[in-house]
């Protein structure tokens, strides 16, 4: 499991934050204003964070209910989102999440849902994030209005979605003396901007494929119609006319056997015998 850090009140850095034992963070595509100036993540923090290897993953917030405003509001922040992520060098593929920032309440998730259909306008819906309790994630993901979730035990009531990517625990830690959020990652995947799917290993290698043909030729012939000296047959073909043939010829030779045992055993005449015996008519 992944351990994370997501903070606003400033820039701890990536050496802190990875001397900390800390891998990723999840950082705001939005300012903070003059009390949080920390907030926005900058082009050369995100430069800062990947030289020390530390994963980042995109959030979007900024009053905590945003979200009632609803499905132009989407539209809106999302499209801020997704330039401030290609300003710090992110990529346009991965999600961003959104927060609920608030105890929300079922008739609340008619708007959370308009919101987020709003960013999905902009983003797809598969690169779609909601941050929040367990209950407006829950929704949100049974809804299909989010694809991926960013659950706070904040709101929670003990419950835990289990197909949540992310986990803000009640917990903070001071790195580079920034108070900082802790997070778990429950997924290998969990939207951060360095993450490439692993390809599939084909089938079989090349190596192995050469392989296979050549077994089919020499099974098949040559343009895989059978062997010219095998009266075109494949080779499984001709050695089954062999073992036909051979067959056969066994029970020839099982036949003549049979004819001879029937026939007397001495095979030479009495007259030669009686020439060649001493006290013989000759």
């Known amino acids: 499991m992944r351990k994370g850090l997501d903070y606003a009140g400033g820039r701890p850095g990536g050496a802190a934050i990875r001397a900390a034992g800390y891998d990723f963070v999840v950082r705001y595509l939005s300012d903070g204003g ?3 100036p920390g907030k926005l993540l900058t082009p050369a923090e995100a430069v800062d964070l990947r030289a020390y ?3 980042i993953v995109s959030n979007w917030e900024t009053t905590a209910n945003r979200m009632l405003d609803g499905y132009v509001a989407g539209v809106n922040d999302a499209s801020i989102a997704l330039r401030q992520v290609l300003a710090c060098g992110g990529r346009f593929d991965r999600p961003i999440y959104f927060s609920v920032d608030f105890d929300a309440t079922p008739a609340d998730q008619v708007p959370i849902d308009d919101y987020l259909r709003g960013a999905a306008s902009i983003l797809g819906a598969h690169n779609v994030g909601i941050y929040g309790g367990y209950w407006p994630i829950h929704r949100a ?5 989010a694809a991926w ?6 709101w929670s009531g003990g419950n835990i979605e289990f197909r949540r990517n992310l986990h803000q625990l009640v917990r903070q830690v001071v790195v580079g003396g920034v108070a900082c959020d802790v997070n778990e990652a429950f997924t290998a995947d969990f939207g951060q901007w360095d993450y490439y799917p692993t390809q599939e290993e084909p089938d079989v290698t090349p190596e192995q494929d050469a392989i296979l043909r050549d077994i089919q030729t020499q099974l098949r012939g040559p343009n895989l119609d059978g062997w010219p000296q095998l009266g075109n047959r494949t080779l499984v073909d001709g050695l089954a006319a062999a073992l036909t043939r ?3 010829l066994e029970k020839e030779v099982e036949k003549l056997n049979g004819e001879l045992l029937d026939r007397p055993w001495w095979q030479w005449p009495i007259s030669f015998i009686e020439s060649i015996v001493p006290g013989g008519k000759n």
């Open 53 to 55: 290897g530390i994963s």
């Open 246 to 248: 051979i067959d056969e």
């Open 141 to 145: 993901l049974d809804n299909k209005t």
């Open 34 to 36: 003059p009390s949080l």
């Open 149 to 154: 979730t960013w659950q706070t035990d904040a």
